[in-house]
Structure formats: structure tokens, C-alpha cells
């Protein structure tokens, strides 16, 4: 049954719709409910329900498959379809008094019709609008709740507008006029596990003191650096005084021409709202304060955001408080396939990872599903913009049915309520690779957008944040809309179009809002536990490959090439003669790649604004696009990402006969003092030339050194000129904190390619207890490719990196939860196929 009798006070204005309620007595009815299974369309209404019905207890907030997965009567890994049955949620109502109530269902999917006390109070027919509806209670136990949620199948096949063009990537094409998740319906992508049930909290709420609607929050900085706050609701009570505080500043209320209450607050001494990659993510609570009682309704970040596309007005540049931020990081999946949760405690992991990386935006595309405000909530304290897609994919949507086109700007209305203020939140989208995909099936141009991109989401982006960026879809600009040198694109040219690395500079990103997706290998322990089957040979594991619909290949393939052209192996033999082998190299090829291609993208001189990875997290344990897996672990490309994208750093690049130039970044608000050196070394080990240099980087600074100038006279670093044999295998960069004599990162040009500079290294390990953490010093005689560890219950706080020779390399050992007795301990390999134990 539900929980009963939660009281208590909202604290924050991101509740449905913008209301904002200042003391209330509010009941969840999150708990067990009872869930009775039918066939389509079996019982019309709860009356019709026989006693005798199995009832499966079945929690709420959550899903259809949760339930039957907690009953045993649902596998993930081997879903039934759920779009063929009704399903009954049922619960009772005990302790409460006569009288009226409101029942708030913050997210029903998908056709579903609620029932009180037998009598039908609503009807809801998209997954993504919130509901406010209005009962009278009879009290003393005797009121009942019901939501059947009807068999979505029946109308996938209703009829309507004819459509333009018929995508593959999501089945059947009936989705296009259903408001729901395309998650659970595309093949080869993500598992088939359809989104059915209240996957949103429900709560009644009895009465309300002081209440406050359409909250709107606007927080930003003027010319001058004061933080500006402005806020609009209206007041459903009376008061003497109203007033707006935060930041230790107050403001008086005042009663506008279209009778809203408004409020401007100027805040002189107001620290400005960052990026984490680039400054602190300072947030400020806001408070109505009532006869001189302060309430929480928000809470804001003081920040600009501004779009640069550059002098030839092709870019797409995110500005942060006059700041151009490289943006960096990934697309969002789900916390949870079944569940689908909207919890603080379900996003944090993830998240905190994503933070952890080093990445600073994440993008929620339009083949998922809308999350709560407790995601941006997050967002906004760990300092992670947010690319939010409006729900839309692919399809060409039904925009001129009145009906669809007025749940589009509900959802969107919701939506935008829910989360005033947030900082965090920095592009807004009208969906992903619709345009794309009228482009690519030869549709003219006059048919790419319509009035959903054009027209309806833009207004409601105008009306309730018009403090972000506005991208019509995902991708576009351009001659096509995908054309990355405009714009922005989905690059995959480094990826599934098999481009060569260099792909990376001759494509001209100028940003990619997805990019480098490949089936990424997790760590042996995730495959031990939860994949136990022969890696590649066995179904189960190609059942967890993900491909594109109707295509011969899948993302397995798109790595195997990579491992060719890095390694100069045949992966198909590989696969054959030595999986484990296969494996090892799977998972180093993939860092590689990201690592090579975000140093491209990075370098000063490249027009490259952001790029975001295909995807976060995995769905299924498995080689998926995640780079985390489901159960949570980093796979090795999480730690070549966490290097890739370091604030302060340095990063090589071959310009052929110009030579080889090492170039430093700082993205940091502070100055750093460092030191650049530069070694060409032969056989892995020896040192053919070498140089180095000391410098002061300004705050957001960047530097770039042709090799020739550190090492003082000409050498063929690159090896373009090719004047007799190569002199030299590996060319090592390395940057130091001058005060401190630490590493800050380093970078590694192959002239000849990697298997050319694969040595038969000798490792060395000493263990450390310093303070209260253990440090893991490493060394070696010579370059040692793909260093990783088997560390049972440890994290090292870097993995899969290439160590050079001629120093100590410190690294942490971290306990991955509940610390183990005893000193860590586990082998360290590297890809030549060396392994110590300590």
C-alpha cells in the first residue's frame, strides 16, 4: 500500500507546472501498490475487476517491468513485450479526512486513464505531461485509486497524417503519433524494455497555507558583473509584506500590469555560476519571505550564456560568462532501463562519474525520456551543463493534428517549469536527427524542420527560458544538415564511417553533439560476473553489440578496424587464436581513438567548440556504447577520456613536413607555472633528442611549441621527410607543475604507428601507505603501451595509460566501495604482454 501521511513543506520551486507551495500538508503515495495483469482492453473500468484477480505488488514510482521483474516474471536480458496487456494499479487510501484534495501524477506512461473511487477523473495519452487533477475524499478508508495503463499495440496501429518518410531506427513506425520513450523500441540499440507504468511520483495534497504558481526565476549578470535575479508567480494568499531574498540582498514585491508579483534583486557581490572545468559552480538559495517568514522557492547559479559562431558565423560555440568552453562529455542513457528512476540517489553515481572524467555537459537526446529536476539539481551543484533534447527523433511528426501539437508545448511547458533557475541547463533542442533523417532519404530542404523545430518549441523557449541556447535539431547547418564543418553535427567519421584518425582535423567539427561510439570492452571482472560467455563467438554476447537496424556490421566491426589500423593485427585472427589477447587490445584501441581525436579537437587552432561521446552508460552489461558500464564501473575508455579531457594539459600534433608541435591548455581561472619537455626516444627507451622549456600559462591560456624549438636545432620528429631510417619510435611530452615537480599530463606522438613502439618493458611496482591512502609507484626500463591493473576492490586513480621510462609515476589506490581488509594487491600488465603481481 502507499505510504501515508508524508507532511511537510516544499523547499523548491520545481514542482509541476511552476508551483511552488509554501506549507501544505503533502502525502506520497510512493510505496506497494497492488497490480493486477490483463488482457487488452479485458476490464473497462475497476468495477469490472474480479476479486479473485492475482495482484502482484508492484512499486510506485516505477515501471511494469519492475514489478514483474521483482515477481520473477520479467528477465531484462530477455524481455517479453509489454504493449499487449492492460495493466491495473491499484491502491486504497487509509487516514484521511473528508473533504477536497488534488492528486499530482508527475508521469504516467503511457495511455493511461485514472480512476477514483470507480469514476474516471482523467485520461492521459503522452508519457511526458505532469496532471493536476481535482477529487472530494469520503474519508475514514473508503477511497480508492486505480490507473490502468491499456495495451499500447491497438494503438500503434491507429491511422494518421501520412508521413513523409519512415525511419528504421525506431519500431514500428506507430511511435511517431504516441508521446512515449523511443527506449524499449530500437533494435540493435538499446534492450527491448518497453516503458509502462507511473514511472513518476504520485502525491495528494489536502490543503495549502500559501501557495504560488507559474514561478518563473531568471538568473543572470549584467554588464558590470551584479547578479540580476528577476522573479514572476502568483500569490494565492494574503500577506502584509512580500519580499525576495538571496544572497543576503532583499527585494520588495510589486504587483504588474498583467497582475503577476514581481520581483528584480541586484546583487553586487554575487560569484558567478561556472563550469567546473573552468571555475566553481556557485548556487544561491532564493527565498519568498512572508510577513517576515523566509520559504525556499528556488535556487539559482548567477550566469550568461552566450553563442559564438565565429567570424564566419558557422560555429557553434557555448560562452559561459564571456568564457568559450570547450565542451566535452556525453549523451545521457538512462540511471536504469527498467526502472527508469528520477531519484537524487539514482543519478548521483553516474553523474559524479561523468564530473570525476572531467566531462562538463551532458546531453539528454531525444531517444530518451525527460528527467526529473533532481538530475538538474545535480548538474547544477557538480558544475555539468546540460544539452536537453525535446523528446523528439527521427520521425516526421504529426505537427498539424491540433491535439499532438498541444501536447507538445504541455510537455515542453512542463518540462521548463520544472527546472527555472537551474544553471546547469545550457542548449535547449528540438530533437535529434529529424532533419538528418528526411535529408539522407532525399527529402528538399523545405521538408526538414516544421512547426514543432520552428514554431511551437521556440515559443515556449522564449516564454520560459530564453536565458539558453536554442538549437533547432541534432544535427544541423550546413549543405546537409549532419555536414559537420557547420553547425552542429553527429560525427562518426572517426567511428562507424571508418575515416581514418586524421578524419578527426580534415571533417572541420565545429561541434558534435554525439560522436565515437563504439562497442566498448568492460573490464574482465564486469564480464567474469555478469557476461560469464565466450567473448564475440557466443550470441549472448553479440546480442549485447549494439548496430544500427538493417545494417551488415555492427560496433564490434567499427572497433575491430581501429584495432587493424593502431596495431597492424588481424582482429578476426585474433578473435580466433587468442581472445584474451583480442580483448586486451579491444579495449586499449578504443582510448586510443578517443584520446587522439579529442586532441585534435582540442589543440589551439582547431574550430572545434565541443564534442559530446556516444553514451554514458551502458543499458546491459556488456561491450555497449557506454563508457561506464551497467553495473557502474568505468570501462578503460572512461580513463583515456578523463585524460583527454583534463583542464590543464598538453597535446601533440603532427603537421607533416612543419613538424611536430606540442601544445599546452589551460582552462582554469588561475595562472600556472610549468614545465614542457619534450624526448624522442629510440627502441622505447633511449633518448635520440630531448628539450625542454619553462613557462608561466595565463588564466585560460594556451601555448604552442614546435619541436625544433625545444630540442634547438632540426630533427624529423614526425618523420615526414623521412631522410634514411627512423631515428626514433615514440616521442614523449611531458607537463610539470614548476612549484610542485607533479605531472600534470602527458601525450605520445608514434611516427612509425603503435605496434612499431611495442616493447618487451620491464615493470616495476613499489607500494606505499602515505598518510591515509595507499600510493602506487610505477616505473619501467622503457615504454610500457596500455599499462592497466587487476586490482580486486581497488580503483587506481589512472588505468590503460602509457608509461614512460626515466621516472616514478604516483599513482592512488582507492577502495571501489567498502574498503578490504589488507593492503591492495593484483597484477599490472601492459599490451606487450608483461605482468607483475605486488
Request: net charge negative; hydrophobic share 40%; proline share 7%.
Amino acid at each position: 500500500m502507499p505510504r501515508r501521511n508524508s507532511r511537510g513543506m516544499t523547499l523548491t520551486g520545481n514542482d509541476m507546472g511552476g508551483r511552488a507551495v509554501i506549507s501544505e500538508i503533502r502525502h506520497s503515495l510512493a510505496g506497494e501498490w497492488a497490480l493486477v495483469v490483463s488482457d487488452a482492453d479485458a476490464y473497462a473500468n475497476p468495477a469490472d475487476i474480479p476479486d479473485k484477480a492475482r495482484q502482484i505488488p508492484a512499486p510506485v514510482p516505477g515501471t511494469v517491468a519492475e514489478a514483474l521483474e521483482k515477481a520473477g516474471r520479467f528477465d531484462r536480458a530477455h524481455p517479453v513485450s509489454l504493449n499487449d496487456r492492460d495493466f491495473w494499479y491499484l491502491a486504497a487510501l487509509e487516514g484521511q479526512p473528508p473533504g477536497p484534495a488534488r492528486l499530482l501524477l508527475d508521469g504516467l506512461a503511457t495511455i493511461a486513464e485514472v480512476y477514483f473511487n470507480g469514476r474516471l477523473v482523467l485520461e492521459s495519452v503522452s508519457q511526458f505531461i505532469t496532471h493536476d487533477v481535482p477529487i472530494v475524499l469520503k474519508g475514514q478508508g473508503q477511497d480508492q485509486i486505480a490507473i490502468c495503463f491499456r495495451a499500447l499495440n491497438p494503438r500503434l496501429k491507429a491511422s494518421g497524417p501520412r508521413a513523409r518518410w519512415r525511419p528504421q531506427m525506431i519500431t514500428p513506425p506507430g511511435m511517431r503519433l504516441i508521446r512515449a520513450t523511443a527506449l524499449g523500441h530500437m533494435p540493435g540499440w538499446c534492450p527491448d524494455v518497453e516503458a509502462v507504468g507511473p514511472f513518476r511520483p504520485i502525491h495528494l495534497v489536502r490543503s495549502a497555507e500559501n501557495e504560488i504558481d507559474a514561478l518563473r526565476l531568471s538568473a543572470g549578470l549584467d554588464d558590470a558583473g551584479v547578479g540580476v535575479l528577476d522573479v514572476s508567480f502568483r500569490f494565492a494568499a494574503r500577506a502584509a509584506d512580500l519580499r525576495i531574498a538571496c544572497g543576503g540582498f532583499t527585494a520588495p514585491v510589486m504587483i504588474s500590469a498583467e497582475g503577476l508579483l514581481t520581483a528584480r534583486l541586484e546583487i553586487p557581490t554575487v560569484i558567478p555560476w561556472m563550469p567546473h572545468t573552468h571555475g566553481e559552480p556557485h548556487l544561491y538559495r532564493v527565498d519568498l519571505v512572508i510577513n517576515g517568514a523566509a520559504h525556499q522557492i528556488g535556487r539559482v547559479g548567477f550566469r550568461n550564456i552566450a553563442l559564438d559562431q565565429g567570424a564566419d558565423g558557422k560555429g557553434f560555440g557555448v560562452e559561459i560568462n564571456g568564457v568559450a568552453i570547450f565542451c566535452r562529455g556525453a549523451v545521457w542513457t538512462n540511471a536504469d532501463i527498467v526502472r527508469l528512476p528520477g531519484a537524487r540517489e539514482d543519478y548521483l553515481p553516474w553523474l559524479q562519474k561523468a564530473r570525476d572524467a572531467g566531462m562538463n555537459m551532458i546531453r539528454i537526446g531525444g531517444t530518451m525520456t525527460y528527467e526529473t529536476s533532481e538530475f538538474f539539481a545535480l548538474c547544477d551543484e557538480l558544475g555539468l551543463m546540460v544539452w536537453q533534447d525535446f523528446m523528439f527523433a527521427n520521425f516526421d511528426y504529426p505537427a498539424s493534428d491540433p491535439a499532438f501539437a498541444d501536447l507538445v508545448r504541455k510537455e515542453a511547458v512542463d518540462l521548463l517549469s520544472s527546472i527555472q533557475g537551474s544553471p546547469s541547463l545550457t542548449v535547449l533542442c528540438g530533437g535529434s536527427e529529424m532533419f538528418q533523417q528526411a535529408a539522407m532519404l532525399g527529402m528538399p530542404e523545405r521538408f526538414w524542420s516544421g512547426p514543432i523545430t520552428d514554431d511551437i518549441l521556440p515559443a515556449v523557449y522564449e516564454e520560459l527560458r530564453p536565458d539558453v541556447i536554442y538549437a533547432p535539431n541534432s544535427p544541423f547547418g550546413g549543405a546537409m544538415p549532419f555536414s559537420p564543418n557547420e553547425g552542429v553535427t553527429h560525427y562518426y567519421g572517426v567511428g562507424a564511417y571508418c575515416r581514418p584518425l586524421d578524419d578527426a582535423r580534415r571533417a572541420e567539427v565545429r561541434f558534435s553533439a554525439e560522436s565515437l561510439a563504439f562497442a566498448h570492452v568492460p573490464e574482465a571482472e564486469t564480464l567474469e560476473e555478469h557476461l560469464p560467455v565466450m567473448p564475440v563467438h557466443d550470441p549472448r554476447w553479440k546480442a549485447r553489440v549494439p548496430r544500427d537496424r538493417g545494417a551488415s556490421w555492427d560496433f564490434e566491426d567499427i572497433r575491430d578496424h581501429y584495432l587493424q589500423l593502431l596495431y597492424g593485427l588481424d582482429p578476426m585472427r585474433l578473435r580466433r587464436e587468442d581472445v584474451g589477447r583480442y580483448l586486451t587490445l579491444s579495449r586499449a584501441t578504443t582510448v586510443e581513438v578517443v584520446e587522439t581525436a579529442y586532441a585534435e579537437w582540442r589543440r589551439p587552432g582547431s574550430r572545434t567548440s565541443g564534442a559530446l561521446v556516444w553514451t554514458l552508460q551502458d543499458l546491459l552489461p556488456g561491450p555497449g556504447w557506454g563508457v561506464i558500464d551497467a553495473t557502474g564501473l568505468e570501462k578503460p575508455v572512461w580513463h583515456g577520456l578523463r585524460r583527454a579531457f583534463r583542464p590543464v594539459t598538453v597535446v601533440l600534433s603532427d603537421e607533416g613536413t612543419s613538424g611536430l608541435y606540442a601544445h599546452i591548455i589551460n582552462e582554469t581561472a588561475n595562472a600556472r607555472s610549468v614545465t614542457l619537455t619534450l624526448a624522442c626516444l629510440r627502441d622505447g627507451q633511449t633518448p635520440v633528442v630531448g628539450g625542454k622549456i619553462d613557462l608561466d600559462l595565463p588564466p585560460r591560456g594556451t601555448a604552442t611549441f614546435a619541436a625544433t624549438e625545444l630540442f634547438g636545432a632540426f630533427f624529423d620528429a614526425a618523420y615526414a621527410f623521412r631522410f634514411g631510417p627512423p631515428a626514433h619510435d615514440v616521442t614523449v611530452a611531458q607537463l610539470f607543475d614548476r612549484m610542485t615537480g607533479e605531472e600534470i599530463g602527458s601525450a605520445f606522438h608514434f611516427p612509425h604507428g603503435r605496434s612499431a613502439a611495442l616493447h618487451k618493458a620491464g615493470l616495476s611496482a613499489r607500494l606505499a601507505r602515505e598518510a591515509d591512502e595507499w600510493a602506487l609507484y610505477l616505473s619501467t626500463d622503457r615504454l610500457a603501451q596500455s599499462v592497466h591493473f587487476d586490482l580486486a576492490g581497488w580503483r587506481a586513480s589512472d588505468n590503460w595509460l602509457h608509461l614512460a621510462p626515466g621516472q616514478e609515476k604516483r599513482l592512488t589506490l582507492t577502495p571501489r566501495g567498502e574498503a578490504p581488509s589488507g593492503p591492495p594487491s593484483g597484477a599490472i600488465r601492459h599490451l606487450q604482454g608483461g605482468e607483475i603481481r605486488f
